[in-house]
């Protein structure tokens, strides 16, 4: 092999790689395709078959047993072309006009090929289980294009529950800087596959899930894009990843990306005619897509498959796809169940603003405490206290405060670079003695950031805005990017946006922040190597439940989807449907019951839970509530008891720091639970306290009737639960005393 040796991924040490085989020179002559070369699963289920065909186009066709699950599928990149040469202080007109595009999609040859198989078990900081196991067996076939003597390798990691493939482009003299026109990249299906899918987008993910075939989404996608303050369609069968499949046959597919770093977030684009899926990447504002410096690598492109939904929640594969922990001492990043000034705002009862007298703000100039509040601002130190008082008398962590910084009269729509400076706060939030008062009640404070797109703003201002934080005590950020991009002409997933994401999350590791990030690119397992990224929204959150409502199928799909990538901010925990009850002048309906609320702190974990409603809404249904500030937020274990996407979902999980049990159960549609509690001690008897959706429940008409019992049980018992349409169950385990002996037994 003539050229530099491929790099080994970060955090494996070479002794751990194995090398099993070397050196497959020069396969290819011109004309004649390589024979396949094979790679196979761990436990040999899955099989991976790559070759070049006679044009010298990589390809690859994944199995499952003697199912196809791709068949052979396209890779490689076109390139923008170069002009010519001119040197620093020459003549720049004399340089020859860009050429059209370059291609490293066809003409190589195989010039190596190394195997490798890798196994280990890594303990994540958080999580839903304590440790996990990393196995996978690996092939990287290195290519060169012997006319432009350019090398690309492509490096495959075949799972039991999936592979993962991604590009590296080794230092050599003909190819150091280069400017990615277009991703090759395809997804060859099998047939037409239904498919839970939102629009491909540049800016936004705050899309409900449309269930279709896949030759039916052109049909459907003008229906499925609804409005948002920014959003970039591109193609009538583009669609966003993580992107969830079923084949007729009972194939189980989820096609996404992992380690999304240095480069734009992929979505895919259909073909409708042969169902071919091509990666289609976030442009940034001249149309190109990717700035790349060798030595460089690709985000992994991932492709999870199996007979059994519930293999595609267990699955780790994404977070295998991503480096270790980067941080040494990660003792200051903890779980955090929240409250926040935040909903009320959300149903328009209150404002992140303090004036109307203001049609625009000076931040250098304008004194705030000239001007008359509106009576509507919700970050008061008076309304901060109160949440501080129920948090404090509910066990609750944190409490976030938005609105609290001067710059909200006109804070997005208006391609304002200088819209907030994240220190300064309204002459009603007194900054100190907030801090002051959630210390003395045993409460930490949430910061909030919106930059509204203006990002280059929030960079000026971002170790200010953290030293602030680090002197008044916060040890969270939610950070937000409402509204278009600024600079003009960017998006909020291109290149330039991923970077910037990453830089905030790093900054903020500097300075022993945590981060939640929302409207930022959706995530792709960089919480294993940036643990301090602790949540996330970049999907259509409980929000969307104040904004006229979401499909009660929601947070069925989101496991299957959003989550595969790392754990969203979803803001759970509303108890009041009828948003009119807070803002008369607001009729939307949350299009859930209280126990489907319930439920989803235990289907969709995190770290970082909100309990978002009101609370004089929680003073209501103290006895529901109970589940709220029992219900933990870091794991040991993790069951995945029955799951179908749209449909309903029950996990079962093993708190890390107690070891009690918990449940949680959503349905999109009315489903019946047949379920065993075989994760439970064969050696103890346990109490299960059931919250669940009354016999009369229903999330449009009746959405705050549920029943609470408990009962006796075993690792041997059985349970039997009806769920609603938009409803569910959470259920608490502890261990029996005698005095609950008089309970009922479930058999």
């Given at each position: ?522 995530p792709t397992g960089l919480c294993r190597t940036w643990p301090n990224l602790i949540g996330n929204e970049s999907a259509r959150g409980t929000e969307y439940q104040a904004f006229g409502g979401s499909k009660p199928s929601h947070v069925t799909v989101l496991p299957f989807t959003r989550l595969i990538g790392g754990p969203m901010d ?178």
């Amino acid at each position: 092999y003539p050229g530099p040796p491929i790099p080994l991924p970060s955090g494996h040490p070479p002794w751990i790689m194995k090398p099993l085989m070397t050196t497959l020179a020069a396969l290819l002559l011109s004309g004649v395709a390589a024979p396949a070369q094979e790679l196979r699963s761990p436990d040999g289920n899955l099989q991976m078959r790559f070759s070049l065909d006679e044009a010298g186009t990589p390809r690859y066709e994944l199995l499952r047993g003697d199912k196809v699950v791709v068949k052979p599928s396209r890779m490689g990149f076109l390139l923008r072309g170069k002009g010519g040469t001119a040197q620093f202080g020459g003549d720049v007109a004399v340089a020859a006009p860009v050429k059209p595009t370059e291609s490293l999609c066809n003409e190589f040859e195989i010039l190596d090929t190394q195997t490798a198989t890798f196994d280990e078990t890594w303990q994540p900081v958080w999580g839903e289980e304590s440790s996990i196991r990393n196995h996978y067996n690996e092939l990287c076939v290195t290519l060169r294009q012997p006319q432009s003597d350019r090398r690309m390798a492509i490096r495959f990691r075949l799972f039991d529950d999936g592979l993962g493939f991604r590009y590296e482009f080794p230092v050599q003299p003909n190819l150091v800087y280069f400017v990615i026109a277009d991703e090759c990249t395809e997804f060859a299906m099998t047939g037409d596959h239904t498919a839970w899918w939102i629009p491909g987008d540049y800016d936004t993910q705050e899309y409900d899930y449309t269930c279709s075939r896949l030759s039916e989404i052109r049909g459907h996608m003008s229906g499925s894009i609804t409005d948002n303050l920014s959003q970039t369609a591109f193609s009538p069968t583009g669609v966003q990843t993580s992107l969830q499949l079923k084949t007729d046959d009972g194939l189980y597919i989820n096609l996404h990306e992992a380690a999304l770093v240095d480069f734009p977030a992929m979505h895919l684009e259909l073909d409708d005619r042969t169902m071919v899926f091509k990666a289609h990447l976030t442009p940034d504002p001249n149309g190109d897509k990717a700035y790349m410096q060798t030595p460089a690598t690709t985000p992994w492109r991932t492709v999870i498959v199996s007979d059994d939904a519930r293999d595609i929640l267990a699955s780790r594969l994404t977070l295998n796809l991503n480096e270790p922990c980067k941080i040494e001492d990660t003792s200051w990043i903890r779980p955090c169940k929240y409250m926040g000034v935040w909903w009320e705002m959300i149903t328009g009862r209150s404002s992140w603003s303090y004036t109307d007298d203001l049609q625009s703000v000076h931040l250098d100039t304008d004194d705030l405490t000239m001007v008359r509040p509106n009576g509507r601002h919700g970050a008061t130190t008076a309304n901060v206290k109160r949440y501080i008082d129920f948090a404090a008398a509910h066990g609750m962590d944190a409490v976030l405060v938005e609105g609290w910084n001067i710059g909200w009269e006109d804070w997005f729509g208006n391609m304002k670079d200088y819209v907030f400076d994240f220190v300064t706060p309204y002459p009603d939030f007194d900054v100190e003695e907030i801090q002051r008062y959630a210390a003395e009640k045993g409460v930490k404070m949430i910061m909030h950031h919106e930059t509204s797109g203006s990002v280059r703003n929030y960079e000026r201002h971002l170790d200010t805005a953290y030293r602030f934080m680090n002197e008044y005590g916060y040890p969270a950020v939610k950070s937000g990017y409402v509204g278009n991009i600024i600079p003009k002409g960017n998006n909020h997933y291109n290149q330039w946006m991923v970077n910037h994401y990453l830089y905030a999350v790093k900054k903020a590791a500097d300075y022993r922040i945590m981060v939640n990030a929302h409207e930022a690119v959706r995530p792709t397992g960089l919480c294993r190597t940036w643990p301090n990224l602790i949540g996330n929204e970049s999907a259509r959150g409980t929000e969307y439940q104040a904004f006229g409502g979401s499909k009660p199928s929601h947070v069925t799909v989101l496991p299957f989807t959003r989550l595969i990538g790392g754990p969203m901010d979803y803001t759970p925990g509303i108890f009041e449907m009828d948003i009119s009850k807070i803002n008369s002048e607001n009729h939307s309906h949350a299009n859930c019951t209280i126990a489907n609320q319930l439920g989803i702190y235990v289907v969709m974990a995190s770290p970082l839970q909100m309990a978002a409603d009101l609370p004089e809404n929680y003073e209501r249904f103290p006895d529901a509530f109970r589940f709220i500030e029992e219900v933990a937020l870091d794991w040991s274990e993790s069951r995945y008891l029955e799951a179908e996407p749209g449909a309903y979902i029950t996990v079962a999980r093993k708190a890390k720091d107690s070891g009690r049990w918990f449940v949680g159960n959503v349905a999109g549609k009315e489903h019946l639970s047949d379920i065993r509690f075989d994760f439970l001690d064969p050696s103890k008897t346990y109490v299960a306290t059931i919250y669940a959706d009354a016999e009369d429940a229903d999330y449009r008409n009746n959405p705050q009737a549920y029943t609470i019992r408990e009962v006796r049980c075993t690792s041997k018992s059985r349970l039997r639960q009806r769920s609603v349409e938009g409803g569910g169950y959470a259920i608490s385990f502890r261990e029996a005393t005698p005095e609950d002996n008089k309970l009922s037994r479930l058999q």
